[in-house]
């Protein structure tokens, strides 16, 4: 069975317990960073840092909301940056998971660019030191052998849940129901496209630029985008 | 806690106020968003916006400082709309009681006011009684002296305009937050109160939580099911540490330490046991002497109790503004001190005042600091402005093992004793903390029996050995002795225990030296049916289910109860106010729920059972600064004068008075507060050291709100100093409008805050201890400093 990752942003307190759990697990160094008017630190995704919750500030005192979102890689059903890959096996797309998984061999891959530029949510960086694409790989050696991922073992809230995708999206639909209650603008984001879906409890841009998939935003581009990616081979897992 | 991070799911309202739970608690957040899930509103009522109040369905600032005006107001408005839980009250508090004629209250101070020592005397408060000696009552709450009728009569002037005035808030917030809360008071709803350092980081600290122990009593919220007043310690054994009582005025499971007066053990034990002539009250402290003399025991073996009692040290008076921090570090900037064992704790940047700290430790012989990484009071002598040429004291320091490297237990908010196994070994043969005082005693005992000394008995007689076997801490001999054992065979309710026995519980220590036990509210705790904090058995009752309680988990003080005053949550029947969030329940011939605070039966002895008379104290007249909350202003305040009484300050808070306050100080015109972030634990030692984190929160920074970051000329992420009267440092501005100038009294006021995670010795670019900011004036109580509410000023660095 699939895997999916549900992430209830209306149960997120910014606690970053994920956002260090996961450089925990993957043994990835800090980056040196400075207090830059904000609370959000580092700045943004990099080769270190694949897994960041992004504070924004919306509205005014009265109606102010406080937006935190854990962002990540979604885990494309149909993903796009297998478009980008020219060097067979660096990228993965794990059969039994969904896993999009990108391996030491990216580090071969002549335009690596190509990878960020592919991503709809802007996701995949360069690791300066070893030269890889890198991103969220959903934590496959944990999930492979009956662990949750490093991030969603660590969420004190119930923000983060993972588990097989279609009691995952069951799980999206009822908490969906119940937060449109007191949020009705309340949405799940991009739930047909991708393995790590968002409940946002006010329009996702307001969160993040590309918190949903770029292209306009959610609109029938977004889905052609997608749709044009349907029917391309899928790669097996090689190792 | 009075009750468990696990029963805040079972709340109705869940009033956060003087806390950042989400922030500073982020486990607690389970049981709150499990609890919302349910349908239970959230409301934040603090300074700032934060992370609590971006999840609270209702969030509502106020000036720092100005709770007590807020909670007084919701006293007020659930007595003028009779939202009172009446049943409850008339019960279950001391509403009924009668007031003595020698108490009054006028213009802000309460009677027995002394100006010469600042303190009051407590005996003006009592109650009147009648001539069986017990307190008059009137259950119709008509009487003009009744404890209740005093309460409508106090708190008439916190009227709606008043409040506004002082807090900042608007009238459409205090009623919202008023109405929502106050509906919980029919019995079969339960609010909850989270609160931690924000309110007693105050000269009033204390007043604070009375306050709001006052509001849950009248809605009837103690004893039930999502009720009770909580407070979310800020460190995960903070509270056996408590309970241990390494502090001035307590000994061992709240037990008093004795005065100079007090010069024999059976004057000590008369002058600290309560005595009630009315048989239905409980009163059960009465058990004291029992307690007291089984300390005693489990301490000095080999000696009488009335004898080793004179082995305990004496305070003159028994007095926070003699012995509790704030003054201790007064003393030792006089000079006054030779040594000081800062264990685990990093005074330099934790105190309040930093700079007279930090001096404070120039002053002393020697100062040994145990910790598990180099941090500002082991090297304070090279720290900004000290000159180490100049400096005598002798640093001594020691690396320990760190939690997971040794066995114990801890013991947290809800009162939960939980046995940790231990990991790894620590590094380099760093020892665990029980081994070095172990080894340390063991050598001052060696030293004394050899040399000898003024009077060498209490140490050369000391039962050392008690918590060690062949020479080496041992963590369960030290739990077992906690619980107490039978120093000899006895036969006690028609049943034998045998020389050497654990002590089955509380009930069965004795007063005459029979029994040991190093705190009597952890007897219960190791038995010989094992170790009971080390239970992890999920098995459970349909009732205790019911409300997610696990009496087989870990074990809890007292007796395994969960939930205090739980004989509050029933009716004088036995019968649940609430049966849907039943806690206790009586079923004819037990209690079935919870461990029941005594086992009774119903309606047979009243409900508060740690009380003298029984009953839940609206009127309190055993605290230092009032029986009832009043407003103050914070010792330093933007304020010349509240709406309540002319006496603006607190009259007994601690204060040095060579040190001056900044009061409506043009130079100082902001509030400052501090606080703390997810990322950084107390002074930030382990939390600097992890990269993880300081990559999350790398720097001090000061919040501040765009209106008054345009008036300073200051952008979101520049450099700025903050200032008061006693120092300053440097932070990074972030400009946000989560935070918002106040309206007060017509004047506009602003307000920063700022985190006292950081310390100038790592890393190297992060800043200062905000505590250099901070004054040194205290709660009369407690002595914790007012560190939420104090004058700075801001500008571009």
Known sequence: ?239 | MTNHWTDIQNSDCILIMGSNAAENHPISFKWVTRAQEKGATVIHVDPRFTRTSAKADMHMTLRSGSDIAVLGGMIKYILDKDLIFKDYVVNYTNASFILGDKYTFDDGLFSGYDPKTKSYDKSTWAFAMDADGNPKKDPTLKNPRCVYQMLKKHYARYDLDKVMAISGMSKKELVGLYETYAATGTGTKAGTIMYAMGWTQHTVGVQYIRTMAMVQLLLGNIGVAGGGVNALRGESNVQGSTDQCLLFHILPGYLKTPSAKDDSFEAYNKAYTPHSNDPKSANWWQNYPKYSASLLKSMWQDDDPAKSYEYLPRLDKNAASIYSWLPMFDKMEEGMFKGLFAWGMNPACSGANSNKTRNALSKLDWLVNVNIFPNETGWFWEGPGMDPTKIKTEVFFLPCAVSIEKEGSITNSGRWMQWRYKGPNAPNDQKPDGDLIYELMHEIQSLYKKEGGAYPEPITRLTWDAIATNGVFDPHKTAQLINGRFTRDIEIKGKMYKKGELVPSFAFLQADGSTTSGNWLYCNSYTEKGNMAARRDLAQTPEQANIGLFPNFSWCWPVNRRILYNRASVDLQGKPYNPKKAVIAWNGEKWVGDVPDGGWAPGSKYAFIMRKHGFGQLFGPGRADGPLPEYYEPLECPVKEHPFSKTLHNPTAIKFDDEKKAVCDPRYPLIGTTYRVTEHWQTGLMTRNCDWLTECEPQVFVEMSPELAEMRGIGSGDKVVIESLRGSLWGKAIVTKRLKPFSIQGTTVHQVGLPWHFGWTWPKDGGDSANLLTPSVGDPNTGIPETKAFMVNVRKA
């Open chain 1, 1 to 239: 069975m699939s895997k999916t990752f549900f992430i209830d942003l209306t149960k997120c307190t910014a606690c970053r317990g994920c956002q260090v759990a996961c450089k925990q697990w993957k043994k990835l160094p800090a980056e040196k960073t400075e207090n830059w008017g904000s609370h959000q630190n580092p700045k943004d995704l990099s080769g270190v840092t694949l897994k960041l919750v992004r504070f924004e500030e919306v509205g005014d005192r009265g109606d102010m909301q406080w937006l935190f979102f854990p962002e990540q890689c979604r885990h494309c059903i149909e993903p796009p940056c297998l478009d980008a890959m020219t060097v067979p096996g660096s990228i993965i797309h794990d059969e039994e998971t969904g896993a999009v998984v990108y391996t030491e061999l990216t580090a071969q891959e002549p335009d690596k660019d190509a990878f960020q530029m592919s991503c709809p949510y802007d996701i995949p960086r360069i690791n300066e030191e070893t030269g890889q694409v890198v991103k969220c790989d959903m934590c496959v050696d944990r999930v492979k052998v009956g662990l949750l991922p490093a991030c969603v073992q660590t969420c004190p809230t119930g923000a983060m849940n993972f588990g097989d995708r279609d009691e995952m999206l069951a799980l999206a639909e009822k908490r969906l129901a119940q937060a449109k209650k007191k949020y009705p603008e309340a949405e799940l984001v991009d739930a047909e496209y991708v393995r790590v879906i968002y409940l946002v409890q006010t329009d996702p841009d307001s969160y993040y630029e590309s918190l949903s998939a770029s292209v306009a935003p959610r609109g029938p581009l977004t889905r052609k985008q997608f749709l044009a990616t349907l029917g391309r081979p899928v790669k097996s897992i090689t190792s």
